[in-house]
DNA sequence: GCTATAATTAGGAATCATTCCGAATAAAAC
DNA sequence: GTTTTATTCGGAATGATTCCTAATTATAGC
């Protein structure tokens, strides 16, 4: 998905749902959109102090937090880093390498439908998560 | 995966690796194996104690880390909630419902070989984790 | 079976990403 | 421009997980 792309659709759901759009608001989709490395809360807000000093962690978590809630971006929780969040809400693999905590895309289908889950067990999908787990061409070629 | 060979499994990888099968480890692992429900640690530490009272939440994450090391286990890791762990480690789909936190499997393969990832972009796979979030039966009729 | 030893355990303290809080601010509607 | 109500800030609170140290115990070798 193009960075244009993906910035106007989220601001497009913003603005839809009501949501306001503040200038440190602007400034994470900005970011979210612009950045393909899938980046943590901390590494939002660095980015952002870059271009308007006055932005809090509590600012950045918020207003991620809303944005997931509203479908608009995902966030791939793990528990000994810091969760990372991607703009890109279609389906597709992410590589995770466990050397340097770089995150890949990688364009995939689902493995299965939607509609097979449902019918055979009745639990109705809203979302997906794909992620494979490996060390990345660097990390293989330079750690061991 | 049947839980007499996925406990079999975790005993001789154990074995094999050289590490010490106590009596704490011996419930962690028949209880991992028994539970169709993905427990948390301290879901394992409360059935454990049911039968084993002296047993610490410590022993439990300690025990959890080198099985999951060892990749005799997988925790999936959430940030809203405690992690939790399935004895299952061969490929399938979670069905995670976010209404009441129940997890389902769903028997599925990879949506892409790990062969063809690896000739792509250099990413070597060693692990993988395929997630559908969502409303489960009982939630969805039940909740609404 | 007994002993030595190195891994494991207990439990309490420490960590740290994330969430919560209340007061100040600013986007959006009129 | 004014009003309303969401948003922002920053510091405190939370809570799962990790860390620490002394005591314990599974395992190997006798």
Redesign the interface.
Same mark, same amino acid.
């Given at each position: 998905m193009e960075e244009q792309e993906i910035k106007r659709r989220i601001i497009e759901g913003m603005k839809e749902k009501g949501l306001k759009l503040t200038r440190q608001r602007l400034e994470i989709i900005d970011i979210i959109a612009g950045e393909k490395s899938h980046p943590s809360a901390s590494a939002i807000l660095a980015k952002a102090r870059n271009r308007a000093p006055m932005i809090s962690l509590s600012t950045v978590y918020y207003t991620l937090d809303i944005m997931k809630k509203a479908g608009l971006i995902k966030e791939l $929780?793990?528990?000994d880093r810091d #969760?990372r969040y991607e703009g890109d809400v279609s389906d597709h693999?992410n590589?995770v390498?466990?050397g340097c905590g770089k995150i $890949?895309d990688?364009r &995939? =289908? %689902? =493995? @299965?439908p #939607?509609e097979k @889950?449902e019918k055979?067990?009745?639990? %109705? @999908?809203? #979302? &997906? %998560?794909? $992620? /494979? /787990?490996?060390?990345? %061409?660097e990390c293989?070629l330079g750690g061991g």
């Open positions: $929780e793990f528990n #969760s693999l590589l390498c466990t $890949e990688f &995939a =289908p %689902r =493995p @299965v #939607s @889950v055979k067990t009745g639990f %109705r @999908v809203d #979302s &997906a %998560r794909f $992620e /494979y /787990y490996g060390l990345c %061409r293989r």
